[in-house]
């Protein structure tokens, strides 16, 4: 067997672009011709599986992440990983227990997307689907109803492309030397700030009129979400609320591109910006 680069989550946010990146850099390494990428899924039925299943290099296995073991990483030769995993209470549990495990396999290097730093990701796959819904009625019906955004109107945003996320921690994985990267803490935003009130006037670009009724700082999507997931799950309802806190660094204006890190400007620097994955995804 090979050794191999696992990744955990691939089908998710990240873990997709980082599968679809990695295979193609460690062909131009010689020092990686003979390594496998394996990436983990929930499900390989799911479409997004079937997609990965079809890059070369890749093998797509089904196996709950949080039962790899120490032995089962020895037994498949990870040398390196990479893991984004989700934000439920028991992810701390969880994924320590990974860490655990990847420690006695001897793993030389792991990259993880972090759920709990305070400068977190806005990612804008999250923020920009209700603006292409409000988009999309309008162009429909010609109707126009209130706009809720979930950031504020004035404070400056620089939300992400998720993929780019995933290109960041793909390159890592292929470093022939990743020392200097042990025990970082990466902060990665998009490369171009936003305002909620400038967000409304691209709206109003694609609509060709004004929108009358904006809320900012709106969190009620947020709200029926954690809900509908969450309800009746047996978690702390208290705990899963507290994610409400998190956009509060953005309101504050802490989450604009200036804070990147200058590494990561450096090996994969984000490049798409609000209004380009706002047309792509009204193509879509």
């Known amino acids: 067997m090979a050794p191999t680069i696992l990744i955990v989550g691939a089908t998710g946010n990240t873990g997709r672009a980082v599968t679809e990146t990695l295979p193609k850099l460690l062909k131009a390494n010689e020092a990686f011709k003979s390594h496998r990428v394996l990436a983990q899924t929930r499900s390989l039925n799911s479409s997004s599986a079937q997609q990965l299943a079809k890059i070369p290099g890749v093998e797509v296995i089904e196996k709950n992440w949080t039962e790899i073991t120490s032995d089962w990483l020895r037994e498949n030769e990870v040398v390196r990983a990479f893991i984004a995993s989700h934000n439920a209470p028991n992810q701390f549990a969880e994924e320590s227990a990974f860490h655990v495990a990847a420690l006695g396999a001897g793993v030389e290097y792991v990259v993880r997307i972090s759920t709990s730093a305070p400068n977190p990701n806005g990612f804008t796959n999250y923020l920009m689907p209700s603006i292409v819904e409000y988009i999309k009625g309008f162009k429909r019906n010609g109707e126009l109803g209130p706009l809720s955004l979930m950031i504020s109107k004035d404070a400056p945003f620089a939300p992400i492309d998720p993929d780019e996320v995933g290109v960041f921690a793909a390159h890592l994985l292929a470093l022939d030397d990743p020392s200097p990267h042990n025990g970082q803490r990466y902060v990665l935003n998009g490369p171009e700030d936003i305002t909620g009130e400038q967000l409304v006037g691209l709206v109003e670009q694609h609509i060709g009129t004004k929108v009358e009724e ?35 660094t953005v309101w504050e204006g802490k989450c604009n591109a200036s804070t990147t890190s200058k590494e990561v400007l450096a090996i994969a620097p984000p490049r798409r910006t609000p209004a380009e994955v706002l047309e792509d995804m009204l193509k879509a």
């Open 214 to 248: 904006v809320t900012y700082e709106d969190l009620s999507l947020l709200d029926a979400m954690l809900e509908s997931q969450y309800e009746g799950s047996g978690q702390s309802m208290t705990v899963i609320k507290s994610i409400k806190y998190a956009p509060l």
